[in-house]
T-cell receptor, first 105, second 113 residues
Framework: GQSLEQPSEVTAVEGAIVQINCTYQ??????LSWYQQHDGGAPTFLSY????GLEETGRFSSFLSRSDSYGYLLLQELQMKDSASYFC??????FGKGTRLSVIA | EAQVTQNPRYLITVTGKKLTVTCSQN?????MSWYRQDPGLGLRQIYY???????DKGDVPEGYKVSRKEKRNFPLILESPSPNQTSLYFC????????????FGSGTQLSVL
């Protein structure tokens, strides 16, 4: 089967850098996606890695290592508005349970 | 504006009373899907559709029905709702060429009493 594991909660300070890890198990791999969801809102697409390496989109970057079945989302220059839940996913079927990021002053 | 529109935003109903949650997208996407989100369980796929008249079960299809008669619409039907279907529901769509980039509706909070 397919599964993704990510930490349930992470807390970080405004202005800092935080890394949210995602380890996975799958028989067939088509890429790892990341989504952000604010409380009361819908998930929104952040990033996608089909191949190993780093993808950068502004303050957000996502990394993938297929040999290690591992990826991460890196958020730089944290802002209070980054407080949200972050999901890694094998789309379209399987989402991780999400990591709740709290940014504190 | 490109969007996925879900209605209603909130719905309270009683056990056994049939209901439909509508979903419509204006991006000409081939792929559409329904998810439910429950605390501690994340997002789980209910049903999906790769194109008109093509639907298939996701991870948790029991108690739900869908139809895809038109490309833009993908309603979710609960023929006999039960309390364990109380959840937050999301509709999503994507193009087949960019399946990793799902566009989500704003969600429907359903309570079955």
């Amino acid at each position: 089967g397919q599964s993704l594991e990510q930490p349930s909660e992470v807390t970080a300070v405004e202005g800092a850098i935080v890394q949210i890890n995602c380890t996975y198990q799958t028989s067939g791999f088509y890429g790892l996606s990341w989504y952000q969801q604010h409380d009361g809102g819908a998930p929104t697409f952040l990033s996608y890695n089909a191949l190993d390496g780093l993808e950068e989109t502004g303050r957000f970057s996502s990394f993938l290592s297929r040999s290690d079945s591992y990826g991460y989302l890196l958020l730089q220059e944290l802002q209070m508005k980054d407080s949200a839940s972050y999901f890694c996913a094998f789309l379209p079927l399987v989402f991780g349970k999400g990591t709740r990021l709290s940014v504190i002053a | 504006e490109a969007q996925v529109t879900q209605n209603p935003r909130y719905l309270i109903t009683v056990t056994g009373k049939k209901l439909t949650v509508t979903c419509s997208q204006n991006m000409n996407h081939e792929y559409m899907s329904w998810y439910r989100q429950d605390p501690g369980l994340g997002l789980r796929q209910i049903y999906y559709s790769m194109n008109v008249e093509v639907t298939d079960k996701g991870d948790v299809p029991e108690g739900y029905k869908v139809s895809r008669k038109e490309k833009r619409n993908f309603p979710l039907i609960l023929e006999s709702p039960s309390p364990n279907q109380t959840s937050l529901y999301f509709c999503a769509s994507s193009s087949l060429g960019e399946g990793e980039k799902l566009f989500f509706g704003s969600g429907t909070q359903l309570s079955v009493l």
